[in-house]
């Protein structure tokens, strides 16, 4: 069964898409945790980042600058989280590796 966001990027599934290349797509999130809630997701379906090896360094870099552009372009480019949940135990629910884009809200390390 793949992922929801694979079927996203086949076009299974529709969603509201702010960014697409050959090697990711940026949705907005169907549930938004902040004014901007962004995901960044790798066309490659990686489970999660512990997934990851040293074959996906470039992917990995171009997911973070991709972050950056989009993050930029929704005008919070001044002040943004970046996250990724690994795993169950750190709330991750989409087994297919995807960064959160937060911001247009104010965060303090007390609210992580
Ligand atoms: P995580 O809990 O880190 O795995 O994040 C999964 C995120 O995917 C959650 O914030 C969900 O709201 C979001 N999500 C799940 N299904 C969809 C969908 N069909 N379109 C957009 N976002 C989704």
Redesign the pocket.
């Known amino acids: 069964m793949s992922s929801?966001f694979t079927q996203?990027i086949n076009g299974k599934?529709p969603?509201d898409i702010v960014h697409e290349d050959d090697q990711c797509i940026v949705?907005?999130?169907?549930?938004p945790q902040a004014p901007v809630h962004l995901?960044v997701i790798p066309r490659k379906p990686l489970l999660s980042l512990a997934e990851a090896d040293d074959s996906d360094a470039a992917l990995l870099g171009h997911l973070m600058l991709v972050a950056r552009r989009v993050a930029n372009d929704a005008g919070i480019g001044h002040g943004f989280r970046l996250i990724a949940?690994n795993g169950a135990a750190a709330?991750?629910?989409?087994d297919h590796l995807?960064f959160?884009i937060l911001g247009g809200r104010r965060y303090g390390e007390a609210n992580l």
């Open positions: 929801v996203i599934l969603a949705i907005k999130d169907i549930h995901l949940n709330g991750q629910t989409v995807h959160h």
